[in-house]
């Protein structure tokens, strides 16, 4: 039975129940990048996202069966799945992956939680479906000055590792920026259906890459890297999508987005926690700016009386 809205405000106990649930959500996505960090160690990035992919895919899947659903057999329907795969999981997820080896989880949660201004970019320059607003174009700036504090003192000092990660990073969250906004064709489809269609594609992409590139059987990945490969598919991803999919239905997709508020120090706190990172001055200056802008970003509109 799905949950109205109403009735959960109106609810105490079961809106500490969804409230709990977005904090649970956020702590699973902000942890996905500890997870790839170890995962990382010892298992190549392409071959990490196929399995992660695959195994969320699965997952997924199994979700959909329960809830008495079944995939598109529409052609057209795969395309676009292959396409949402392309934009949201095979390409940015294994960038997030190859950066992952060279730059810490925390920094990787920062630059990754730009996700919004991007959105708002690409739909200001190109598809201008939604308005430009002043509260936008100030998440805009403010964002812009956090990811020049993050990445600018590596690029006056030339093209290393650590600038290459980054902007590999920030491509991705590009990445996921245009997929957020072709995720808007899927109408008429339950939330996990493209979701799943997209995991399942995304592995059928990057699993002949993986047996190409990094032939798996030729690998030793340690216990700490399997065990967060599995964490990443089944909480990071499976489980997160399914919390994800609750929260839109109970408290809804304005709701859901206080998500973003959380993740950010959660993924940086995390990594200072079980990794040993720490940030720098300029990067502490760069996460409180970037935390500003996505929550101008995001923050819903005052209705009118």
Request: net charge positive; proline share 6%; glycine share 10%.
């Amino acid at each position: 039975m799905v949950v109205g809205v109403g009735q959960v405000m109106g609810d105490r106990p079961l809106m500490i129940k969804e409230l709990l649930l977005l904090l649970l959500l956020a702590t699973l996505w902000g942890a996905s990048y500890t997870f790839i960090k170890i995962g990382v160690a010892t298992i190549p990035p392409v071959t990490l996202i196929a399995v992660r992919t695959l195994i969320a895919g699965c997952i997924l899947l199994a979700v959909m069966r329960w809830l008495g659903l079944s995939m598109p057999r529409d052609p057209r329907v795969w395309r676009q799945f292959t396409f949402q795969a392309v934009m949201n999981s095979a390409v940015p997820f294994t960038l997030v992956a190859w950066g992952e080896q060279t730059i810490d989880a925390g920094l990787t949660a920062i630059l990754n939680s730009t996700t919004p201004i991007f959105t708002f970019l690409l739909t200001a320059l190109i598809t201008r479906h939604e308005p430009v607003t002043f509260r936008k174009l100030f998440g805009v700036m403010v964002g812009m000055v956090g990811i020049c504090l993050i990445i600018g003192m590596e690029a006056l000092h030339g093209l290393g590792d650590q600038l290459l990660a980054q902007l590999a990073i920030v491509l991705a969250t590009i990445s996921y920026a245009g997929a957020a906004i072709y995720g808007k064709n899927f109408k008429g489809l339950h939330p996990i259906q493209p979701a799943a269609g997209s995991m399942l594609a995304g592995a059928a992409l990057l699993l002949p890459v993986s047996l190409l590139v990094d032939q798996p059987w030729t690998l030793s990945p340690s216990l700490p890297s399997i065990a967060a490969l599995l964490g990443l598919s089944i909480f990071s991803t499976a489980l997160a999508f399914t919390i994800y999919f609750r929260l839109m239905q109970t408290l809804g997709s304005i709701g859901t987005t206080a998500q973003a508020y959380l993740r950010v120090p959660i993924g940086v706190g995390l990594g200072l926690l079980f990794l040993g990172e720490s940030l720098s001055p300029t990067a502490l200056t760069g996460l409180v700016c970037v935390v500003v802008a996505v929550v101008a970003m995001t923050w819903p509109a005052r209705a009118n009386a």
